[in-house]
């Protein structure tokens, strides 16, 4: 599983990520069951190279036999030549994102898999940032659709959500149906959870936060859910290294931590993710 998170403030974007990759297989007994977790898989990447617009993704970490690291990066390939300063929109490359993906999809037959994609950055001649998102369930992909449009200050967290969403939101995601099953009707349930919501979510910062705090902010929830989970009973399915990135308007894309299985100093030549 994946803690995927993504904070917009007023300097620009910060995304967050951690490393681990569930390997799921049958279990003797006709279901699917975790047998194995690595931590080193890659869910942060710059869509077109040099360009203020960055991608994080949670969910099935591969399309067929190559990974969803592999893909970005052919999309990339495929599209690098296309787009340059001047004619950079979030919305347009989020399309072909979108076209590319489908492609692949429906050519491996997924069923059965959830992928998760934001696509944010910043469109040529705008001030404020643009998030898009993006969920492929089985062969169909849902958007992309923009989201946190006109919000100042905001923070979406995707894949395993339920530790972040108790921290910030005060409640459990599963509040409604717990709610449900007690008996309450829908009008109470919406009541009860508004009041929750307005009472014990807990407070974020402002849009004037800067962008070094707002790393700190994004680099806290991943490791809380890294931590977290490690502590847990059950399978540790959210953990290794905390990938971090920045997308400012005017410095665009930049990396603040980032694992790499080279060692940088013998590849200076090699490009990076």
């Not at 089985?138 to 395993?160: L, M, S």
Request: charge should be negative.
């Amino acid at each position: 599983m994946t803690i995927a998170v993504i904070m917009q403030v007023n300097d620009g974007l910060v995304l967050g990520t951690d490393s681990a990759s569930i390997i799921v297989g049958p279990d003797g007994h006709g279901k699917q069951a975790a047998y194995h977790v690595y931590f080193n898989a890659d869910k942060i990447f710059n869509l077109i190279k040099g360009s203020p617009i960055g991608c994080i993704t949670w969910g099935n970490g591969s399309i067929g036999n190559a990974s969803i690291a592999t893909l970005v990066k052919d999309f990339r390939k495929e599209n690098q030549k296309s787009y340059n300063g001047n004619n950079i929109e979030v919305q347009s490359i989020a399309n072909s994102f979108k076209d590319f993906i489908s492609k692949k999809i429906k050519k491996e037959k997924v069923e059965g898999d959830l992928i998760g994609f934001i696509i944010a950055g910043y469109s040529k001649n705008l001030n404020t940032p643009e998030i898009y998102l993006m969920e492929a369930i089985d062969d169909k992909v849902k958007g992309p659709r923009q989201i946190n449009k006109d919000e100042p200050v905001a923070i979406t967290w995707r894949g395993d959500t339920e530790n972040t969403t108790r921290l910030l939101l005060g409640m459990s995601q599963d509040m409604g149906k717990l709610l449900e099953d007690s008996g309450l009707n829908r009008n109470k349930i919406e009541e009860i959870i508004g009041n929750i919501k307005e009472n014990m979510q807990l407070p974020i910062g402002v849009s004037a936060m800067p962008i070094q705090d707002a790393i700190d902010f994004v680099d806290f929830i991943i490791e809380f859910n890294c931590k977290l989970s490690k502590f847990t009973a059950g399978v540790q399915d959210i953990g290794g290294p905390i990938d971090l990135a920045v997308i400012t308007k005017h410095e665009k894309f930049k990396w603040i931590s980032r694992k790499h299985y080279f060692d940088k100093s013998l590849n200076n030549e090699t490009e990076e993710g």
